[in-house]
T-cell receptor, first 112, second 115 residues
Framework: AQSVTQPDIHITVSEGASLELRCNYS??????LFWYVQSPGQGLQLLLK??????LVQGIKGFEAEFKRSQSSFNLRKPSVHWSDAAEYFC??????????FGPGTRLSVLP | DAGVTQSPTHLIKTRGQQVTLRCSPK?????VSWYQQALGQGPQFIFQ???????QRGNFPDRFSGHQFPNYSSELNVNALLLGDSALYLC??????????????FGPGTRLTVL
């Protein structure tokens, strides 16, 4: 069965610092991987996705993620965090029209 | 191009009541999935509708049912509400069959409070 873990429940970084949010997945075949962001009281916004090809994918708002098959990971990165990036971040795995399985989320706080 | 829309935004019900939530998919999408997101947790898959039929179902009781209409919009019905049904209910739409577009786009959600 598919599963997703996000080891960090809450991360705090200073504005302008770099960011890496971790995601590990379990899936029997090549997965489709996604990162979504959720601001308080809002729905989920797609940041980026990986289906195949280049393992480094670029997304919106300056985010990128790297797929590492050997580590079953799909970590999200941003070189310089902005105060507006404070939100909840969810990693998800899905494939071939199957339902998404989401991780528990990582809450990001940004210090001024 | 309208994205995924959901109604109502907020809803308050009492235990034992029934509720219906509505979702209109993104233009061009033919598949609707419903998720329940309890406070502080990630979304949990309820079920998915395609061609007006339930295509997949997560680990939710039969109190949760749905429907998809010919225009691809969808309803989620929950009977005999429990306090534990209080959550944000998210609708997501996608286009089945085209790998490159097999991405789910989410609506803003309906916040259900059961008292």
């Amino acid at each position: 069965a598919q599963s997703v873990t996000q080891p960090d429940i809450h991360i705090t970084v200073s504005e302008g610092a770099s960011l890496e949010l971790r995601c590990n997945y379990s899936y029997g075949a090549t997965p489709y991987l996604f990162w979504y962001v959720q601001s308080p009281g809002q729905g989920l916004q797609l940041l980026l996705k990986y289906f195949s090809g280049d393992t480094l994918v670029q997304g919106i708002k300056g985010f990128e993620a790297e797929f590492k098959r050997s580590q079953s990971s799909f970590n999200l990165r941003k070189p310089s965090v902005h105060w507006s990036d404070a939100a909840e971040y969810f990693c998800a795995v899905g494939a071939g029209g199957q339902n998404f399985v989401f991780g528990p989320g990582t809450r990001l706080s940004v210090l001024p | 191009d309208a994205g995924v829309t959901q109604s109502p935004t907020h809803l308050i019900k009492t235990r034992g009541q029934q509720v219906t939530l509505r979702c209109s998919p993104k233009s061009g999408h033919d598949t609707v999935s419903w998720y329940q997101q309890a406070l502080g947790q990630g979304p949990q898959f309820i079920f998915q509708y395609y061609e007006e039929e339930e295509r997949q179902r997560g680990n939710f009781p039969d109190r949760f049912s749905g429907h998809q209409f010919p225009n691809y919009s969808s309803e989620l019905n929950v009977n005999a509400l429990l306090l534990g049904d209080s959550a944000l209910y998210l609708c997501a739409s996608s286009l089945v069959g085209a790998v490159s577009t097999d991405t789910q786009y989410f609506g803003p959600g309906t916040r259900l409070t059961v008292l």
